[in-house]
């Protein structure tokens, strides 16, 4: 075996953990190799994160057509061409997957396509090409899985959804998590007749309860058909190629797609693990230390692979903290307390810190100030959409332990706030905050009465 096979660090799996990790590590000097089979740059930048927005820019044109009519624009909406977007996207796509094969090639990385198998701790094939390592990374995140019911093979994932030959008129989203409800306001905002099915009461489980209500009433009233306590049993395919979804209730709907967004699986599967001590939890996650490392001592894990928030931004902090205490000298660890996050649904939801249900845990007393009203944009424009803003402050400190909104542009507007709350504001700092007249973020800074 030649030694120009043998790497500082191996990583496997070339998305947003794994880019970062061994970029950071090349460029302290550490030799490296990722390999990736699929995609360059991971979920989030092919079939996530980035394609979402996108789409998501895309959908919230309906509404602004019919908003436009209110300030003066005499038009009539257009019709939306589904293949124009589609490929714009693809095209886009292309040139990150370039990007971040310039970034690894820029950082001195070895790019190898290809499913990397353990053959031990130390040593990995890609095809038939042996490579060994002093430290290997699993950075090979989660994939989306459709449950076991007569007929799952004709619904697809968030994996297909973005590449459809053909828009669908009808679509049936199963799901309660964020990538489902992200979707159904989606197809609903492009045109399609969209009904979101969720097994349980309401969707967005562990949001904030006020937050999950009033999300579902506007989404609903966005004119997305939501359908709680619902679920699907079996999918038959029709002559006219339509598909013909059988409830469990005995119900039964017709759609052109259905898409099922019921959650994702550690990405594991055929990677050797037979011929490494790397141990699971019950869930088959892989299980890490507070360094990412398993129970192998050289393997490691980061990233979605390990559960915790699957986020692109977690994964990233990851990626640099172990280049970071690996590779030079500098011991890091990721703070996992304040994370702020968004679901682009339609309005958008945007939150950091504990929802009103952990506070009320944490904290003796707390709290609660909240804000809900029509945007002034929609004075005119006659949508009936609504914002609410919540904050959660704990009696105590004062500090602004929760932060929570449904709105428009909710996810610019949390970021900021979340380096409020990270630097310890307390409701007085908020208070004594001159807003930005006018605009919808203001109403954080001016919140005077608590809730009764």
């Known amino acids: 075996m030649s030694n120009s096979h043998h790497y500082d660090l191996f990583v496997v799996g070339a998305g947003s953990g794994g880019v970062r990790a061994s970029r950071m590590a090349a460029t302290y000097g550490a030799k490296v190799a990722v390999a990736e089979d699929r995609y360059m740059g ?17 959908s919230q044109f309906s509404n602004a057509f019919k908003d436009s009519k209110g300030f003066g624009w005499q038009t009539q909406a257009p019709d939306f061409h589904w293949p ?20 690894l090639d820029g950082s001195g990385v070895d790019v190898i396509a290809g499913r990397a198998r353990f053959i031990d701790a130390h040593t990995v094939k890609v095809g038939e090409q042996i490579y060994t390592a002093d430290k290997i990374i699993i950075a090979t995140g989660t994939w989306p899985y459709i449950p076991d019911i007569p007929g799952r093979e004709h619904a697809i994932t968030s994996n297909d959804i973005f590449d459809l030959d053909t828009f669908p008129k009808k679509i049936i989203v199963v799901g309660g998590g964020y990538i ?23 969707f967005l489980r562990g949001f904030d309860q006020d937050i999950r209500e009033f999300a579902a009433k506007e989404i609903a009233a966005s004119g997305v058909d939501l359908r709680f306590n619902n679920n699907i ?23 052109d797609t259905i898409l099922y967004a019921t959650g994702r699986k550690p990405h594991i599967q055929d990677l050797g693990f037979e011929n490494v001590n790397v141990a699971l939890d ?30 692109t931004p977690v994964a990233l ?40 249900e952990q506070a009320n845990k944490h904290y003796n007393n707390i709290t609660i100030y909240e804000s809900n009203f029509r945007a002034m944009k929609h004075t005119i424009g006659g949508r009936e959409e609504r914002t609410y803003m919540k904050l959660i402050v704990d009696d105590l400190t004062d500090r602004v332990v929760g932060i929570h909104m449904v709105g428009e542009d909710a996810g610019e507007i949390i970021q900021g706030m979340a380096i409020a709350m990270k630097a310890g504001a307390t409701k007085a700092t908020f208070d004594s905050t001159i ?14 009465e608590p809730r009764g």
Do not use: W
């Open 42 to 58: 991971g979920t989030c930048v092919n079939v996530g994160c980035v394609p979402k927005k996108l789409y998501v820019y895309a």
């Open 84 to 103: 124009t977007l589609r490929d714009n996207k693809k095209a886009e796509i292309s040139r990150l997957n370039g990007v971040y094969e310039n970034i």
């Open 180 to 202: 489902a409800v992200e979707f159904a306001g989606i197809f609903n905002g492009l045109g399609a007749d969209t009904i979101q099915l969720y097994r349980g009461p309401l």
């Open 233 to 255: 049993s079996r999918i038959d395919k029709q002559s006219d190629g339509t598909l013909l979804a059988t409830l469990e209730n005995g119900n039964q709907i017709e759609a």
């Open 282 to 311: 019950d869930r088959g996650l892989i299980k890490v230390d507070e360094q990412f490392c398993t129970s192998e001592p050289n393997i490691y894990a980061l990233g979605d692979v390990t559960g915790g928030m699957e986020l």
């Open 317 to 356: 902090a990851e990626g640099m903290a172990f280049a970071k205490t690996h590779f030079n000298h500098q011991p890091s660890q990721v703070d996992y307390d304040c994370i702020p996050t968004a679901v682009f649904c339609q309005p958008n939801i945007g939150t950091c810190g504990l929802t009103e």
């Open 435 to 448: 807003g930005i007249h006018p605009t919808a973020a203001e109403e954080f800074v001016t919140m005077r």
